[in-house]
């Protein structure tokens, strides 16, 4: 079992810049491929980027660009730029194996809690 923990959301001002965090209590996250989500009440939960266990990059085309994915062994995060009123949801990493492409809920196994990410205009 992997238990995720969320860090860096907040408010911020459109054009503004936020990093979220996520770590992972009592295992490294190296063996895993690690993605970012997001979702906005009543709506579904959207991919947003993903990076594999080589660092490959992948990203949604409404935020390639303006954000970045990035990890180590303890942590996997997310820079987010030039941030609009649009971005605002509670951001979710996930982990999962990486032998599913990795852009849908489903292609991963364990979920953090989430961090409240505001934009406001």
């Known amino acids: 079992q992997v238990q995720l923990v969320e860090s860096g959301g907040g408010l911020v001002q459109a054009g503004g810049s936020l990093r979220l965090s996520c770590a992972a209590s009592?295992?490294?996250?190296?063996?895993?491929?690690m993605g970012w989500f997001r979702q906005v009440p009543g709506q579904e939960r959207e991919f947003v980027a993903r990076?594999?266990?080589?660092?490959n990059t992948y990203y949604a085309g409404s935020v390639k660009g303006r954000f970045t994915i990035s990890r180590d062994n303890a942590k996997v995060y997310l820079q987010m730029n030039s941030l609009k009123p649009e971005d605002t949801a509670v951001y979710y990493c996930?982990?999962?194996?990486?032998?599913?492409?990795?852009?849908?809920?489903?292609?991963?196994?364990?979920w953090g809690q989430g961090t409240q990410v505001t934009v406001s205009s």
């Open positions: 009592r295992r490294t996250l190296s063996d895993y491929a």
């Open positions: 996930a982990a999962g194996s990486g032998l599913r492409p990795g852009i849908t809920r489903g292609d991963y196994d364990y």
């Open positions: 990076i594999d266990r080589l660092l």
